[in-house]
């Protein structure tokens, strides 16, 4: 099936950091999301991005965190500063309409 | 807002038997149910849904239930086979969003034993 791309697969940095995920969604797909997964706990929605703009997000996407797709490039996650409640494996997904395709996950973790 | 609720955390069945694996939600409106498969250390893999404009699909192996009336639905895989070992998740399309998001169930861990 469609295959989305996530950079990189594991991330360790220090709390107070920024990180960087990024995203390589289905080429033709237009809607882009992230969520996150807490080990041992279910998959919750951050955030739903769709022509340049979030269009909804959780109260997990906290004020720290911002989405953005520059040129079509990548679909990219920022947390700027960490905190140590971030460490989560987060996935990208995307879709052209209902069915989203989700990528293998970012695995976070800030000490 | 939606709930759902994935009632088996655990299953394990003899290979070549079914498998039901059950979830709940909340929204009346909800009409999206996809399901999905996550094998170890790997990401979600898109297995089946369901519209509610349905009551019943299948692909191969897999059929997916829905009952509306008591907002349930279900994913059968009948025939089973050691490599249908994952955690399957159940999900449910928001519908009081403008844009498609999806509430996941808690996963259910299937054990296929030979």
Redesign the interface.
């Known amino acids: 099936?469609p295959k989305?791309l996530q950079i990189p697969s594991h991330q360790i940095i220090d709390m107070g950091q920024m990180v960087t995920l990024n995203c390589d969604p289905v080429s033709n797909h237009l809607?882009f999301?992230w969520?996150k997964q807490i080990l041992g706990?279910?998959?919750?929605?951050l955030v739903?991005f769709?022509n340049g703009k979030v269009?909804?997000k959780s109260k997990l996407f906290k004020d720290q965190f911002s989405v953005e797709r520059p040129d079509g490039s990548y679909f990219t996650l920022k947390i700027q500063p960490t905190a140590l409640e971030d460490s989560a494996v987060y996935?990208c997904a995307s879709?052209l309409e209902?069915?989203?395709?989700?990528?293998?996950?970012t695995r976070l973790l800030v000490l | 807002g939606e709930k759902v609720e994935q009632h088996e955390s655990t299953l394990s069945v003899r290979e070549g038997d079914s498998a039901v694996i059950n979830c709940t939600y909340t929204d009346t409106a909800s009409s999206?149910f996809?399901w999905?498969k996550q094998e170890a250390g790997?990401?979600?893999?898109?297995v089946i849904?369901i519209?509610s404009n349905v009551d019943r699909k299948q692909s191969q192996r897999l059929i997916v239930l829905l009952d509306k009336k008591a907002k349930r639905f279900s994913l059968h895989i009948t025939a089973t086979q050691p490599e249908d070992s994952a955690i399957y998740?159940c999900a449910a399309?928001v519908a009081s969003?403008?844009?498609?998001?999806?509430?996941?169930?808690?996963?259910t861990s299937l054990s296929v034993v030979p």
């Open positions: 099936g989305v809607y999301y969520y706990q279910q998959m919750e929605f739903n769709y269009m909804e996935f879709s209902d069915t989203q395709y989700f990528g293998p996950g | 999206y996809p999905y790997k990401s979600l893999h898109f849904d519209r998740f399309e969003s403008s844009f498609s998001k999806l509430v996941f169930g808690q996963g």
